[in-house]
């Protein structure tokens, strides 16, 4: 089910086979765990099972003495410089110094000649610990006289922010109805089915070349120059296959230094691959929120005003951490128009392992806080939750409270096409005791406005070359493909615009060695950046080879045209086309199946310019437009985007009032990503943040012990669906022109995750009167509340974190007492 | 301890010195074979990824040990493609639009193959059974669904002669 704009092309907007998909279902692809070399050793890293501990002492003697092992290092041996993601928050290195922070903090690595003697090898390394506290939950790191896990970072606060905009007292003295509420969502994990590998080869040149399972190369390669201490340009990384990244690749991995550095010191290739528990123990993926919202509402239920105080438990390392205390505010200034919006935040260090980016960065959690308040609120107003939200929404052509700019913005129809789709005017207090159906919106970026570290280069840089003889193109971007179908939708533009089938252009994509630089898969940037990039490449390969033909023709370019392969124009005068196909022919003469009636072909064309000049090539770049945020709302420059996407889930559920199972019955998301490239790809990336979205509602979450230990570092005990929990789902495409997008798209892979908890949480609240304000929701939690509710006899139960959740935030409430916003 | 098996795996025969605890996707996986299309998400038996047919049944091939494969036959996705031509239930992953990243894909598609071999035409319902062991966290299971049920229909058009 779709809405379409109406344009006329012929490879845009189709339901293409993706380029790769017939290698990986032959088995013919190669993920970096796949990829072997000559005299290739195997990597194993040791990693600290305390979660705080200085190193006194590391005997590595016995481990280097085992036969087959090449290898052994410790941060003694090999370069300390800091990394990290945010350029102003390096505090990792590659091995433990002196101290190591969380359960999984790499201490030693090994290479040999096998995987089995590596991990024997680690075995024998002894370790000398002194244990320090241990501090697992934000309060506790907050406290005054917390032990530091970062000598420069007093209460473990890693970043704080103190925003507001317009006047929120104000708003909330003139209020109709206020309602503060609290929720909290748990640790999650990416659960990316292939789990991080790297292999490195540093050779006697002083190369080193690098696959890896990354989303950034760009990235990584400079994180590995700098702590090598290397030319950025000495250093090349590929991404071959990639099996998911979600986020959790999304920066540069120690292993992947550490593969580096055991091939730099054993003068061999060095493949090291991460089991599923050192995946956990990685990490990287959702932050533990906690969240409390007061909401003020007039007597129309117009949102006036909007206080948000947040602490988000950010484990061992800054990470994205950064990032993600700034989206936490940000991304809840659309999609409705709130004039007045407060915030106060605390992202604290905790011995776990660090928390980063993960699918709708910094959007999830905060939005199904928001959005089960807006609907406890529409209810107690008697105000139908869809027709609440579409008298709040604000609408392409405005500009947010933060300043952000929405070019185009199609929440409105979001919303109708998932209310008609989902027959809810039928469904909605008409459903059967036990059954509910819930609604969401939300919105997100297209791209980060700004790029990681300080810099003035585009960030997408696209170069596309003519084959030699003319048979097609090869674009090369450094945009890393990790099975979202970019590349595909790279070679479906340069495919419509240079007239080409889509099997005509090659991609090369994720490779620092071939492609120019692009800033990679993150924060679903792709579409809209490495596609205007792209665009912008194809044109120039288009306008060359146009110009060309022009010229010999003596008549305007404005008279041709490249479609269906050839050379549209070309026939209108037969003599010249004559001479430039026989000369063709002649040069093909061996060869069979030559065209020999028709227009010229793009390969007769293109052969002629290289005969003539050489190569054809087309650069674009892409950098965005000065984008709009308000410089009243610290830090709004994350979360300022060229492009804002918008979408809607409608969840249906049913509750068992005996035992609080909930089923999830059917799913609904309607998404605006502008104008849809390739549709298909456009419904798996719906479905796959459907399932996504219902995992983090209903099952994820990192358990540890209380010594910082993971007690479900599985697949089987960290719960993700399976076909079994996954019900039929409607994937809606809604269409929008948006203007600062190639051919008018933008994003689809990360915002359609965002609705779904909420739509889950507020069926449940619809099928039986219980509101589960922290994730996950368990059929526990389901049949406690029902249960409570029964014994107060009243109409709701809402069920909150618990009690160290409001300690948390009593105590985060307490530090920004006085802090001043602007 | 190490110890010679024989194996027929795609149709070849195999003899291969194999370790007492090198398990099957290991040994498929490792310098011997090369059959990297055999994937590894947990080798715990939680994901799926590492499925493979012995004797024609799904197996998790990360749970078996070399050594118990002993005289059995193995395809794995390398194996089902015949005279250049892909199987139709590969032809049904593709066209479907069910292959995301792929990690999950060869598994997924040789579990379809194990399914529909026994059942040529499962309900919707009779699928999500079958598939509650292979993980995806790309697709959201549903346009997998979606080519499972094609590729039986193609089946069963084949045998009706269409
Ligand atoms: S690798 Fe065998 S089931 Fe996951
Ligand atoms: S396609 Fe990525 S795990 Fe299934």
């Known amino acids: 089910m779709t809405t379409t704009t109406n344009k006329n092309y012929d490879v845009l907007s189709t339901s293409p086979v993706r380029k790769g998909v017939p290698e990986k279902a032959t088995g013919q692809a190669k993920y970096t765990g796949d990829i072997t070399l000559p005299n290739m050793l195997y990597g194993a890293i040791l990693h600290s099972p305390l979660a705080h501990a200085k190193i006194r002492n590391i005997d590595i003697s016995r481990a280097k003495n085992l036969p087959g092992v090449k290898a052994v290092l410790t941060a003694k041996e090999v370069s300390n410089l800091k990394f990290g993601h945010s350029p102003a928050r390096f505090d990792e290195t590659a091995l433990a110094v002196e101290k190591v922070r969380h359960v999984g903090d790499e201490v030693a690595a090994v290479a040999a000649v096998d995987e089995q003697t590596a991990r024997e090898a680690l075995e024998l390394i002894k370790v000398d610990y002194e244990e320090l506290p241990i501090l697992l939950n934000p309060v506790d790191a907050l406290a005054d006289n917390a032990i530091l896990i970062h000598a420069d970072h007093p209460c473990n606060i890693c970043q704080e922010v103190h925003n507001e905009v317009g006047n929120v007292e104000k708003a909330f003295a003139e209020a109709f109805l206020i309602r503060t509420d609290t929720f909290a969502n748990k640790k999650s994990d990416g659960a990316c089915l292939e789990p991080q590998a790297a292999l490195a080869n540093f050779d006697l040149s002083g190369n080193l070349t690098l696959w890896t399972s990354t989303q950034v190369s760009h990235y990584v390669q400079r994180t590995v120059a700098i702590v090598l201490q290397m030319p950025v340009d000495k250093v090349r990384v590929i991404a071959p296959y990639v099996g998911g990244g979600f986020g959790v690749k999304a920066s540069a991995g120690s292993h992947e230094i550490i593969a580096a550095m055991l091939s730099m010191n054993t003068h061999c290739p060095v493949r090291l691959v991460l089991d599923r528990e050192e995946v956990f123990m990685h990490n990287r993926a959702r932050h533990q929120f906690y969240h409390e919202m007061t909401m003020a509402v007039d007597k129309t239920g117009k949102i006036i005003g909007h206080k948000h105080l947040s602490v988000l438990d950010g484990g061992a390392y800054s990470s994205f951490g950064i990032a993600t205390i700034y989206y936490n505010g940000s991304l809840l200034h659309a999609p409705y128009a709130i004039p007045n919006m407060r915030y106060d935040a605390y992202r604290v260090f905790t011995n776990k392992p660090a928390s980063g980016a993960l699918r709708g960065h910094g959007g999830l959690s905060n939005r199904a806080c928001f959005e089960a308040q807006l609907d406890m609120i529409a209810n107690e107003m008697k105000i139908d939750p869809v027709e609440m939200r579409i008298k709040n929404s604000v609408q392409a052509g405005d500009t947010t409270a933060s300043g952000y700019y929405l070019s185009s913005f199609n929440m409105r129809e979001c919303l109708k096409e998932a209310r008609d789709s989902s027959e809810w005017v039928k469904k909605k207090n008409k459903l059967p005791k036990g059954k509910g159906i819930g609604v969401s919106t939300s919105y997100f970026v297209s791209g980060a406005g700004a790029s990681i570290y300080r810099t003035d280069i585009p960030q997408s840089t696209v170069i596309i070359k003519v084959a030699d003889d003319g048979n097609g193109v090869t674009v090369y971007t450094g945009s890393n493909e990790i099975g979202q179908g970019s590349d595909t939708v790279f070679a479906m533009m340069t495919a419509e615009i240079l007239g080409l089938e889509l099997d005509d252009v090659k991609v090369i994509s994720g490779d620092t060695g071939l492609c120019p630089i692009d800033l990679g898969a993150y924060s679903s940037r792709q579409t809209l950046m490495t596609g205007n990039a792209t665009k912008q490449a194809a044109e120039a390969v288009r306008d060359q080879i146009l110009a060309k033909i022009s010229q010999r023709y003596k008549i305007p370019v404005s008279e041709f045209q490249l479609r269906g392969g050839r050379v549209l124009g070309t026939e209108k005068n037969q003599e010249e086309l004559s001479v430039i196909r026989n000369r063709y022919m002649f040069e093909h003469r061996h060869f069979t199946n030559l065209v020999t009636s028709g227009p010229l072909t793009f390969s007769e064309v293109a052969r002629l310019i290289y005969a003539d000049s050489g190569s054809i090539l087309g650069k674009g770049t892409y950098r965005p437009p000065d984008i709009q945020y308000s410089k009243e709302w610290k830090g709004s420059v994350v979360g300022a985007s060229p492009a804002y996407s918008t979408q809607t889930c409608i969840a249906e559920v049913t509750v068992d009032p005996n035992t609080g199972d909930l089923t999830i019955d059917h799913l609904t998301l309607a998404h605006d990503c502008g104008f849809a490239i390739n549709r298909k790809s456009i419904e798996g990336q719906l479905e796959g943040s459907m399932c996504h979205g219902l995992s983090e509602a209903l099952f994820e979450e990192m358990i540890f012990d209380n010594k910082g230990r993971q007690i479900n570092p599985t697949l089987g005990d960290y719960k993700i669906p399976t076909t079994m929990d996954v019900p039929d789902m409607n994937a809606i495409i809604i269409e929008s022109n948006e203007p600062n997008g190639p051919f008018g798209a933008k994003e689809v892979g990360e915002g359609c995750i965002l609705p779904v908890v909420p739509a889950i949480i507020n069926a449940i609240r619809d099928a039986c009167g219980v509101v589960i304000m922290e994730l996950p929701i368990t059929s526990e939690k389901i049949l406690k509340s029902l249960k409570a509710k029964e014994a107060a006899k009243a109409e709701y139960y809402i069920y909150k974190p618990p009690a160290a959740a409001d300690k948390i935030l009593a105590r985060a409430a307490e530090l920004s007492k006085g802090s001043s916003a602007r | ?162």
């Open chain 2, 1 to 162: 301890m190490k110890k010679y098996i024989k194996l027929n795996i795609n149709s070849t025969e195999y003899e291969l010195l194999v370790n007492d605890n090198e398990t099957l996707a290991q040994l498929l996986r490792g310098p011997q074979l090369n059959l990297t299309g055999t994937k590894q998400g947990c080798e715990l038996g939680d994901c799926g990824a590492c499925t493979v047919l012995m004797d024609g049944k799904a197996v998790n091939s990360c749970l078996v040990l070399a050594m118990q494969a002993n005289g059995h036959a193995i395809t794995t996705i390398e194996g089902l493609a015949s005279n250049g031509k892909m199987h139709p239930i590969q032809e049904a992953f593709i066209n479907a639009g069910a292959v995301q990243c792929g990690y999950c894909t060869p598994g997924m598609i040789l579990k379809a193959k194990s399914l529909l071999d026994v059942n040529p035409n499962p309900s919707r319902k009779e699928i999500r059974e079958a598939f509650v062991g292979n993980l995806c966290r790309c697709t959201g299971y549903f346009k997998i669904i979606n080519a499972v049920e094609i590729a039986a229909k193609g089946q069963a058009n084949k045998e009706a002669g269409n």
